[in-house]
């Protein structure tokens, strides 16, 4: 969109309009573009002419500046466009013609890389004949699909197996095969038909189809691969090696395979096929498959070696495979004029390692061993071409062996242990690190990780992870923790498990039992004398509790006995404890109330009464436990005696007197007066 802004002095009326093309041939069909939003502004019309030609109008003339927007066309073009904004302005005397001259730059660039919403294609150049033309439109017997915006183009081919060379080798008396498929989709409801027209005269033949159709969908889809199979008949000539030649014609309704390989286009032709024979009679060796597939942890495979020919002496043929450690073969096969005409039965196996080495091809070579071989013909004989296929399918996969899945532990105790091994070697080191709930610890050596190192040196080897209860002062009961395992190493396929395996992250549940008893531990006894200082009374918990914790004191007989050191709620007396501050022992005294409150002179014994105590908590661990008194005893300090004096150093005459006293130590519990002192008159 365009903004075109008018101002007339003072004010005008005026017709304006946008067009292409030569100045002096303007037609209504040079018009570019649009007006947007002319009905929006009231001051404002569309005004159509002669011819259709379009305009746009004031409807007033009291105002001096305006604005139209024009909004240019879209239409796909790489060059810039050259417009003429023209108006008409009209006043009282004339109406002069007037026009500004724009040039539009197109907003998209073909070959940038970028597929734009009006292009086909963009493939990052202006290059022809590669599948997106220099004016970025997809060129006919090609198709492009975008990959992040950049267009990758594919031309519409059928392609062989094997190609480049396209040879395929059997024997006589045995088949062998080729492969086609072609490289781009076809269209709905459009075909490509391939025919096989094998060489006329030949000594080889088709066995089974040579007319293949390639749909859109289903089982001749385009990307299903097709198989021809082809036999070369057995005989008793020795007529050495020879090739038979196979052509192949395309016809198709899709236009694109059309184009390619039709005569009003590129004009392609399918390549053809060698085949190439061996002769089975003569100075030969004879194999009796080129291609084998075997599986490791699966079943041998089997071919036969036999000659072409009757030796005039030993013939030795050493077996052997690569790359190692893949195939097992067995390592030769020995003839003689006696066995020559015997077929030999080799044994094929896969090796079955521990390494991820996905589906591998190995080869099987057969050489003639020189140093055992004694006929002349034979060890001249060169078998460079005498090479079996074989595809090796891996059986292993990735993973990690966690056993058991479940522990049992207890607080403060040593703990359990599990294994935790891989299921397949790995190229490089595997970090397993141990993640647990708060309430457990998993320790190996090396910390809370284990690493199993590269290339085979101890992947299947279980290592022992120690799991450990963590030791608090909760009573938090019987309880279910869990144990699972992350995996890091740059060893992709490992690395990539915790997404692969169904069984990440390998959880364990560990089954917790608490060694923690809720508990007010305090003394059974207090014992207490009148007139010294008073006794202590200590309590502490033997577990931290989830929440505070009181404990409430009451006496059975509170007349001679008082309770310090406490803090008061109303008339309870009581002591708290805190989560944080659990662990503190808390102390009351006991002081007798003879001597301090009041005097006290009777010797009362030992007088005895119990203290009740009551424990509340919103942990319901600690919420009323406490369910025996403790006993109080009371030692009086006064004791009961009759006192004389003087007890010693009276001396009489005869005819003479003395005088010595009486009276009690203590008040009596009975009715006497503890305080008088009687005079004895001794004569």
Known sequence: DYQIKLRCTPSCAFLLTVESGPLNASQAEQQEGSFQGVE????????????????????????SAYTIIWRAPNELTYQPLTVRVTWVLDNEFQCPGIFTELVLTSEIVCGDGYKDQYEDCDDDNLIAGDGCSPTCEVEIGWVCEERQRLSICTQALVLFTPADPYEIRTVEGYETQYNMVLTTPIQESKFVYILVTPQIGGEAFIVGETSFEFAAVGDNAWNVER??????????????????????????????????????????????????????????????????????????EFYTISLGSEPSGRVHIAITSEPAGQVYVTPNAIFDANNWNEEAVISVAAIDNSNLDGTVVAKIHHQIFQNATTDENYSLLNTDNKTIRVTVIDN?????????????????????????????????????????????????????????????EDWGIPKYIQVRALNNSLEDGERVETLTHTITSEYLPYNDLADTDPAAPWEILVYVSDDDVAAVVHGDLVNITEGQDASTFSMHLLTQPTAPVRVYFDLEDASYVKIGLTEREGDERYIEWLPEDWSVTKTITLEALADSEYPDSTDNGVRETKMYMLSWSDDTNYNDILNKPVQVLVYDNDYAAVIVEPTTGISLDEGGSAIFTVHLATKPQANADSGAVYPVNIQ
């Open 40 to 63: 929006e502004d009231s001051r404002l019309a569309l005004y159509e002419g002669l011819k259709s030609y379009i305009a746009v109008t004031n409807t007033n003339f009291i105002t």
């Open 227 to 300: 198989t021809v199979v082809v036999s070369a008949p057995g005989n008793r000539l020795v007529d050495h090696r020879r090739n038979y030649t196979i052509s192949h014609v395309l016809s198709s309704t899709d236009p694109n395979y059309e184009h390619n390989y039709g005569n009003q286009g590129a004009n392609l032709e399918p390549p053809q096929m060698t085949v190439i024979i061996e002769d089975d009679d003569g100075v030969d060796i004879i194999l009796s498959r080129v291609n084998i597939t075997v599986s490791e942890g699966g079943s041998d």
């Open 396 to 456: 292993d996969t990735p993973g990690v062996v966690v056993s058991p899945r479940s522990l049992s532990v207890t607080e403060s105790k040593q703990g359990d242990y599990y294994a935790i091994s891989l299921l397949s070697n790995n190229e490089k080191p595997v970090r397993i690190d141990f993640v647990t709930s708060e309430g457990i610890e998993a320790m190996h050596a090396l910390g809370s990780y284990c690493i199993f190192a590269a290339d085979g």
